[in-house]
């Protein structure tokens, strides 16, 4: 079994920035790709970015310029720099991992989710 938890979110004005960290522990053989994803009241949830363990990322276009995603591999670990923060952005952000155990399963696992709010 393999456990996400993240931690960084929070209130910030529009324009503000916070960086989010999802760190993952338990039954790891390998963690291939680890990405952050947000859903907002009433929609769908949605890719925000995403990074391989060859450190190969994508990005939604609209955060794209302003958002970061880096990976300490040896930490499993992966973080979201989010800069220059919009309103519209007010989310529950998640963390995700494609992840493989020492039993050889490998599974889509996912954080809780972290509150981000955006004021105007």
């Known amino acids: 079994q393999v456990q996400l938890v993240e931690s960084g979110g929070g209130l910030v004005q529009a324009g503000g920035s916070l960086r989010l960290s999802c760190v993952a522990s338990?039954?790891?053989?390998?963690?291939?790709?680890m990405g952050w994803y947000r859903q907002a009241p009433g929609k769908q949830r949605e890719l925000v970015a995403y990074i391989t363990n060859g450190g190969n990322t994508n990005y939604v276009d609209s955060v794209k310029g302003r958002f970061t995603i880096s990976r300490a591999n040896a930490k499993n670990t992966v973080y979201l720099q989010m800069n220059s923060l919009k309103p519209e952005e007010t989310a529950v952000y998640y963390c995700?991992?494609?992840?493989?155990?020492?039993?050889?399963?490998?599974?889509?696992?996912w954080g809780q989710g972290t509150q981000v709010t955006v004021s105007s």
């Open positions: 338990g039954s790891i053989f390998s963690i291939s790709a």
């Open positions: 995700n991992a494609d992840a493989t155990d020492w039993g050889g399963r490998r599974y889509d696992y």
